[in-house]
């Protein structure tokens, strides 16, 4: 196992190559030049030029692809051009605040899409089998910024029981520890923060998750569907073994893998598909941030975070990996079998 | 699963429902919200920095003016000059060197002092030769400064290259004017875009990027003491978000608002503040085409079109239309200028006369501050008012990085375009009709009289006499007609009715230090 996952990381360098490779060339070619947006609507022709020179940006393209390997290698990413901050200090910034997100996105849409999938399994072709999947329609087919607003119109506009948005109360926020606001506030003993943080993740949450828990469902359903047809099923219940325990021992343990699959997939795209969320509900994460780094031609911040959603990427892809290992002893990444 | 796993994981459940629910229930009341001792206001983009030197942006401009102060500053509803960190100034008669009287007792809030070294240091920074490429204001605050001494502890002498009575309202200005605290400046590498010292009525406490910027009373401010203790300026991007927010109580006071939410803003109870904007929104006619190289064929288009309905209709009420460049609250701002009256028979019997039936327009796609409504729609309600008089408009529209490009390239008889003022001077208006660069220009006009004004009203100092030029400059663009001015955009926001003494200054700037909130 060791060695397995030791091969996995050291795939990850022809990986992040062709990454880096990809983000520099785009941002290059086909991003509009930094320095009018940088330098504002005073600037002449040779304050812009003179800005290009310090930044590198006069090079050939290969030296200034150079420079940033070398800067990655180094740990120096950069500043940001836009902010003078550098890179690492505005990503850190934020990247706790997506994880946090995506987090207690991937949970409820785990949570509720195993939950819902599992009973339209078990009952199918029942009124549940139904709501279950018209459930599940409806969360494939919202956009998830007009769902945002529609729960901020209702849960907060109207009803007055959850904030629109934000992280936290900015008065009530933890003391920094680890960036994730959920974590500081336990470590600090702040209960009030606790809770607060915990409100305040709920709308996002749901809105962000809500997709994923329609795929979740779907895909728990006809897993679950084929495994209750199986021998050791009837087997089980031959037994004499309780309903339930069929269920959640013998027939869900042994449909979750794909259905795992689907919930590492649908974490990958949440790190970096959070951005309409982040936007509607003023989350401070990389996603919205990127965006408007991109539309400022910021190249040092934008190879920076694509950089790292790539390495997170496939180190969550790693995890699901292992997790199979887990739910199913058959399966080993062992020489033999490789 | 065992007996005990069940119990913790039912009981950590039960946990944080409960949580949960105590703080939903407490949601309409949270400690921040109720208090009276914190205002919030919420803004819908990130500052850039808060180093004053380094930024070029509103959203960094409204915190940094509740940080720092300038050695002069705005009246509160207007841009007319008044005393800040300069308790007074006198301008040598040839108009080159000022002399300003500090403020004593003043510090910063780093506890070091406000004093005519750290005024040279200030502006040396942004002085040519020391200033880095990313201060992108240093050029038009400072360009005319040659020297800067501090002749004692407390009066500092700048000489400039050249007379420019401008120089003065760019001191009072929220970009590059503000004073920083040298030591700040020294321990930070020339820049404090996150660890802001002034002298200003609150200090810097923390900022959480994209979610606020945190500041609290400055105890030992030189004035008088800001109302409200806590001062919190929240990003919230989504705008339907940002009046969800200010109607659910989460904010008190809010910007970046459209007209089409007014609606909404007010049936919650609050308050929406529309102060005109300093700004000017007009259609230009290109002076070096072949129609337009004649003022009778610019009087009869201005003749054919209906400003003031034109305004009311696109803009519902929130532009005004605008008589003169200057908004009214600018020096110089001249009541008795109005432009050509709306007289569609005339401008149709001119128009025939002229033989003209088609001309070539182009405008810019995106809404922009003085034009929220997009120049395409400003371009085809013309085109409407230009058909009836039997002229057919042929109209061109760019993104707006590729209609700068247009506008300099200059194949256009028609271009819309706009101004957003930066230092409440008359002649940054003004001058717009007199540079060589077509870009700023975009009516490649030229005329040698008024050329001359504009030179003699930068040399010449505030007062009546300087007024008086700009009104004969006034006179002039409404006689020739250069420009067909359309209007002058209200700067929208809105607040709770909880909040006291709010005002939202012509400059878009917020000064938060003279309001306080009721219970």
Redesign the interface.
Known sequence: MLKYIIKRLLMLIPVLIGVSIIVFVIMRVFS?DPAPI??????TVE??N??RE?NGLNAPLHIQYFNFIKGVITGDLGHSY????PVLE?IF??FP?TIELAVSSILFASLFGIIIGAISAVKKNSVFDSAGMVTALIGVSMPIFWLG?IL??IF??TL????????A?????PATVTGFFLIDSLLTGN?QS???T??HL?LPSCALGMYSMAIIARMTRSSMLETLEQDYIRTARAKGVTEGRVIRRHALRNALIPIVTVIGLQFGSLLGGAVLTE????W??IG??TVNCILKSDFPVVQGVVMLVAITFVIINLIVDVIYAFLDPRIKYSKKEA | MNTVKRVFCVVLATVLLCLTFTACGSRQQSPTQASTDTLIFAQGAEPRGLDPALVDDGESSKVIVNIYEGLLKYAKDSTKLEPCLAESWDVSKDGLTYTFHLRKGVKFHDGTDFNAEAVKFNIERQMKGKATQDMSYADFVYGYVTKVEAVDEYTVVITLKDVCTPFLYNLAMSIAAPMVSPKALQDNNNNVNEHPVGTGPYKFVRWDKDQAVVLVRNDDYWGEKAKTKNVIFKIIKDNSARVVALNNGEVDMIDGIDATVVDQITKAGNVVDQPDGMNINYMAYNTTSPIFSKPENRKAFSQAINVPELVKSLYQGYASPADSILPSFVPGFAKDVKQVAYDPEAAKAALAKAGITSVHMITYSNPRPYNTATGQALAEAVQGYLSKVGVTCNIEVFDWTTYKQKIKAGDYDICFYGWTGDNGDPDNFMALLSDKDPTMNVARYDNPQYNELIAKGKATPEGPERDDIYAQLEKIQADQNPWLLVSHSKLLSAYSPKVQGYYYHVTGNVFLSGMSKNK
């Open positions: 509009p940088v330098l504002g609507q005073h600037a304050m812009a003179a800005w310090v836009y902010t003078k901050t505005e910034a934020r605040a607003i901020i119109i907060s506009g007055h029981i959850l904030p629109s948005g934000g992280r109360d900015p008065l009530l926020q209960l606790f809770a607060d915990l409100v709920i936007t509607v509900f003023s401070p994460g919205a941030y």
